[in-house]
């Protein structure tokens, strides 16, 4: 679970523009802070994790990438983290947990990121609540149906979708991902579409796929 489509998504289109101080709430071992910290290049970003495997080797990717002055990894939950600092943020970011129900599997690392056992998406959201400045952005991906549900659930909390990707593995399948931008600010609702992958082939990625992600990967 340590790299994955969906956190360089979320990574590469989250909007940074104007950020100084950026939150990636369940960070896992840094990839999308990291990711942020190469176009940020001003920016202090902050990283919470609450496993305490991967805070240590989110804190050991960002100390050994050339972006470490930048990072800090906090090994905590969100809901301790939201009570203790003062701090607001113009951009947080978040590839949470998705699985509110049905049959835990044997790993025990994949249960904790994919059921909503540890962070209940209400628990999530009263965290930006907390956070976001005033005029900051909230980002994060989530399945289609789990995405139009936190979206719905969202705006019980003061917090609006401004902005809304959805992404189809292939032009001829249905939707799977939504990504996600909400703001405190009620505004109308952006809606683009993105597809990765031209046929089944390996690594055969759409020129808007490789125009999103390609400065990330090493090879494609």
């Given at each position: 679970m340590k790299v994955g489509t969906d956190g360089v998504l979320l990574g590469a289109w989250s909007d940074t523009t104007g950020a100084a101080n950026i939150l990636d709430i369940g960070t896992g071992t840094g990839l999308i802070a990291i990711m942020l910290s190469q176009r940020a290049k001003d920016a202090t970003i902050h990283a919470v994790e609450i496993d305490d495997e991967a805070a240590a080797q989110a804190v050991e990717n960002m100390q050994n990438s050339p972006w470490a002055s930048q990072l800090a990894c906090f090994n905590t939950s969100i809901q301790d983290f939201a009570k203790q600092t003062r701090q607001h943020y113009d951009l947080i970011v978040s590839n949470p947990p998705f699985f509110s129900g049905g049959t835990f599997s044997s790993s025990q690392d994949k249960n904790s990121v994919r059921h909503t056992v540890k962070l209940p998406h209400g628990d999530l959201l009263q965290a930006v609540r907390s956070l976001l400045a005033h005029h900051g952005r909230f980002c994060m991906i989530l399945p289609q149906?789990?995405?139009?549900?936190?979206?719905?659930?969202?705006?019980?909390?003061?917090?609006?979708?401004?902005?809304?990707?959805?992404?189809?593995?292939?032009?001829?399948?249905?939707?799977?991902?939504?990504?996600?931008?909400?703001?405190?600010?009620?505004?109308?609702?952006?809606?683009?579409?993105?597809?990765?992958?031209?046929?089944?082939?390996?690594?055969?990625?759409?020129e808007e796929y490789l125009h999103f992600t390609g400065q990330y990967y090493q090879n494609l």
């Open positions: 149906m789990e995405g139009l549900r936190f979206r719905e659930m969202a705006s019980n909390y003061g917090i609006y979708c401004s902005k809304m990707v959805e992404v189809m593995p292939k032009v001829d399948k249905p939707v799977e991902r939504l990504l996600l931008q909400f703001e405190l600010v009620q505004k109308p609702l952006v809606q683009s579409s993105l597809v990765i992958n031209e046929s089944d082939g390996a690594n055969d990625y759409t």
